[in-house]
């Protein structure tokens, strides 16, 4: 079965800083990849997806994401960090042919912006 | 914009009460989801419908059922509440069948139940 690792809780970057969070899948074939954000009181938003060609996908909000087959990880970026990118980040896989028709998401990463 | 709606936003209830949560959307999607959040689980899939009166079971279905008597509309059942629901709901909605499609999520339901 298709699993999604974030292996941070929790954490903390200064406003400006660069920011990096983990993502980990397991799965045997080709996954399909997303990073969706929760902002405080809201939502989950779709911030970018992979499916295929160039590992390094572009977002919204300035995020990037690059796919790293051999290492089976999907790590969201972002060169300087604002204070309003405060909120929860999810990773999620879904995946052709399983029969699984819905994503599964990982555990979540909430982060914290230190002014 | 697609809009996806959930009648509550906090709701408290007592054990042994039936809770009803509702789900709107208003882009005619075919697809839709209910997932509770939980701190340190994630989300994880009750139940899903991909079709008027058509559903499938997610990941914990045990304790819920479902509702999709119309197209724009999925509702969320707890045919008898109890504490360990306790927990925040959230409902999503995506055009097509494929999981390819962009989640559309309401603003969630946060549901106490004492």
């Known amino acids: 079965a298709q699993s999604v690792t974030q292996p941070d809780i929790h954490i903390t970057v200064s406003e400006g800083a660069s920011l990096e969070l983990r993502c980990n899948y397991s799965?045997?074939?080709?996954?399909?990849l997303f990073w969706y954000v929760q902002s405080p009181g809201q939502g989950l938003q779709l911030l970018l997806k992979?499916?295929?060609?160039?590992?390094l996908v572009q977002g919204i909000k300035g995020f990037e994401a690059e796919f790293k087959r051999s290492q089976s990880s999907f790590n969201l970026r972002k060169p300087s960090v604002h204070w309003s990118d405060a909120a929860e980040y999810f990773c999620?896989?879904?995946?052709?042919?399983?029969?699984?028709?819905?994503?599964?998401f990982g555990s979540g990463t909430r982060l914290q912006v230190q002014p | 914009d697609v809009k996806v709606t959930q009648s509550s936003r906090y709701l408290v209830k007592r054990t042994g009460e039936k809770v009803f949560l509702e789900c709107v959307q208003d882009?005619?999607?075919?697809?839709m989801f209910w997932y509770r959040q939980d701190p340190g689980l994630g989300l994880r899939l009750i139940y899903f419908?991909?079709?008027?009166?058509?559903?499938e079971k997610g990941d914990i279905p045990e304790g819920y059922s479902v509702s999709r008597e119309k197209k724009e509309r999925f509702s969320l059942i707890l045919e008898s509440a109890s504490t360990n629901q306790t927990s925040m709901y959230l409902c999503?909605?995506?055009?097509?069948?494929?999981?390819?499609?962009?989640?559309?999520f309401g603003p969630g339901t946060r549901l106490t139940v004492t």
């Open positions: 799965y045997g074939a080709t996954p399909y």
């Open positions: 992979y499916f295929s060609g160039d590992t």
């Open positions: 882009m005619d999607h075919e697809n």
């Open positions: 419908s991909y079709d008027v009166k058509m559903k």
């Open positions: 999620a896989v879904g995946a052709q042919g399983t029969g699984r028709r819905a994503l599964t």
């Open positions: 999503a909605s995506t055009r097509g069948t494929g999981i390819t499609y962009e989640q559309y």
